[in-house]
């Protein structure tokens, strides 16, 4: 058989073993699944979240068994029913309550050893949809650098071995093999912004600029470069204003210094995300509180900053 986009992506996925693939029983994740396991016959598992409040859900878990007894892949299934927070899309809270229950389950799998890597089956076409999705709600660096291909959080390395293979190039890989796959119909729902960019925008770039993934993956990988810089920069600045951070300390700094410096210190010390206009009004208060008796009190995410003594601290709001 020819050696397609998908088995070049393979041949330089080096992954420890054993590996865990987040199998939904889409094609792209079938795909990955199988070639895992051709790979490295017997060091694979597979791992299926079951959404609760999807009504196809109990046919895709049944599909991901079936398909997993055929290849001879042990399966763990997990349940989870992601009902979304205030403030967070449906889509989001899926996401987020998928990843913990993977993470969940590969910390319970010893096949016979630990599961250090997961295997997740984005591929290029996610990547420029995610991309588009960035910019169409004005994101800064963190958001244009879209999908790292090899990530590590909460203890686990997550992999996107398929991230520079057109999703054309993986559907076309099952045929050639005879695979079939489930296609999730919330796929194709034009609600969602994804499913439209994904049936409207991609085709059209396809026809004009046939090498846009490439192209675009390449701008998300300077996206995330400088990110990295940014952070480097900010975890330096925290040093030197402290923590809590003196406010003389922080009005030294340049504007944009300061709110690279201040969203850092918000979202990894304290798990919170302030909206650009937020950032920008804590940033002016700060440059403007100079005087001892000078007050302070702002939400800011999902909490308040305010003054106390010399420095600025933040408080979750009560709920
Ligand atoms: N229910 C699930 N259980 C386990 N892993 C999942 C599940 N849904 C998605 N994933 C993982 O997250 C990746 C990205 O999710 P996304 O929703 O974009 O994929 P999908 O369209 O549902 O499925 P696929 O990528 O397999 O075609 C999937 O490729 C898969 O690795």
């Known amino acids: ?60 878990e049944q599909a991901c068994r079936a398909f997993c007894a055929q290849i001879g892949v042990p399966l763990s299934v997990g349940r989870v029913d992601a009902r979304h927070r205030c403030g967070e899309s449906p889509e989001d809270a899926a996401r987020r309550a998928r990843y913990e229950e993977i993470r969940r389950i590969a910390g319970a799998i010893r096949s016979p050893d630990a599961i250090e890597d997961i295997a997740l089956a984005h591929h290029a076409d996610d ?27 909460s203890g686990l390395r997550w992999h996107r071995p398929l991230l520079e293979v057109p999703a054309g190039a993986i559907r076309e890989w099952l045929r050639c093999r005879g695979v079939r796959w489930i296609e999730d119909p919330t796929n194709a729902d034009p609600q969602y912004l994804r499913n439209r960019l994904r049936a409207t925008v991609l085709p059209a770039l396809d026809a004009s600029l046939p090498q846009f993934r490439a192209l675009f993956a390449r701008s998300a990988r300077h996206a995330a470069e400088a990110q990295g810089l940014l952070e480097e920069l900010a975890r330096e600045d925290l040093e ?63 909490g308040l900053a305010e003054r106390r003594g010399d420095c600025l601290v933040w408080m979750p709001e009560e709920s």
């Open 1 to 60: 058989m020819m050696n397609t986009a998908v088995d070049v992506a393979l041949a330089r996925f080096q992954p420890r073993l054993p590996l865990a693939v987040a199998y939904s029983g889409g094609a792209d994740s079938t795909a990955l699944l199988l070639a895992c396991a051709q790979r490295w016959p017997g060091r694979v598992h597979a791992i299926h979240v079951h959404h609760g409040l999807q009504p196809a859900a109990d046919a895709f």
């Open 127 to 153: 990547q420029v949809e995610t991309l588009l999705i960035a910019l169409s709600r004005g994101a800064g660096l963190p958001g244009l650098a879209a999908m790292p291909a090899v990530a590590e959080r």
């Open 240 to 302: 030197r204003v402290g923590d809590p951070p003196a406010l003389a300390a922080l009005r030294l700094l340049s504007e944009p210094r300061r709110r690279n410096l201040l969203r850092f210190w918000l979202r990894t010390r304290h798990g919170t995300t302030p909206t650009a206009a937020q950032l920008s009004e804590l940033s002016r208060q700060i440059a403007h509180c100079s005087t001892r008796g000078h007050g302070l009190r702002i939400r800011v995410g999902r």
